[in-house]
């Protein structure tokens, strides 16, 4: 029988941490049951990952780079409040469809701010970027280039609220509907500030 790889096995309990954290929330993502989702030992776990926090960190990371590379595309040129819009659907899209990642990023979020101040800001920063670099491409020569880091900022008030509130109701036509109100916002905004 073929050895697995660390990396592989690190890959699995991202995996399966994600699968418990959703279910039972941070306190109740014990090593225990993590290695039990994964079909490992405790053992493994403990050979891969030095403390739970550093699982916990990848989780995270593993769950930015999905979303980076996957979830946000603009067109270019397409207008800054398009692309805010356009950005927020796909965020949104995202997390309705991946409900499981959705509630053990929540999660991890939350614990990084509490237990990691620093890594939780570094994470949440570098979604910021992303999106930053997404609104920047779908600039138009009338944009005002200064709403920027404000719809950047937008963007995320919109989710951070919109995502606790579907996971509480669990209502994807109330939230389309919210969804496409904030939409809207975003490109009567930027209407408003052409010239």
């Known amino acids: ?6 990396e592989q096995r690190r890959k699995e309990f ?3 941490a994600v699968k418990v954290i959703a279910e039972k929330g941070i306190e109740g993502a014990t090593t225990r049951r993590i290695a039990a989702e994964a079909g490992a030992s405790l053992a493994t776990l403990h050979y891969c990952y030095d403390s739970k926090e550093e699982l916990f960190h990848d989780i995270f990371e593993n769950m930015a780079n999905a979303v980076r590379d996957s979830v946000w595309h603009v067109a270019p040129g397409c207008g800054l409040g398009r692309a ?3 950005l927020l659907r796909q965020l949104m899209g995202w997390y309705l ?6 509630r053990a990023q929540s999660e991890v979020f939350y614990w990084g701010i509490r237990q990691h101040p620093e890594a939780g800001m570094k994470y949440y920063s570098a979604f910021f970027e992303v999106v930053e670099e997404h609104l920047i491409r779908g600039l138009r020569d009338d944009d005002d280039r200064n709403l920027v880091p404000i719809l950047t900022h937008m963007v995320f008030a919109a989710a951070d609220g919109l995502l606790p509130q579907w996971l509480a109701h669990g209502d994807p036509t109330a939230t389309a509907v919210d969804i496409d109100t904030f939409a809207e916002a975003f490109e ?3 209407e408003r500030r052409r010239p």
């Open 1 to 6: 029988m073929p050895r697995t790889s660390a």
């Open 14 to 16: 991202v995996t399966a």
């Open 84 to 86: 805010a819009a356009t």
């Open 97 to 102: 469809s991946e409900e499981t990642y959705a």
């Open 188 to 190: 009567r905004l930027t």
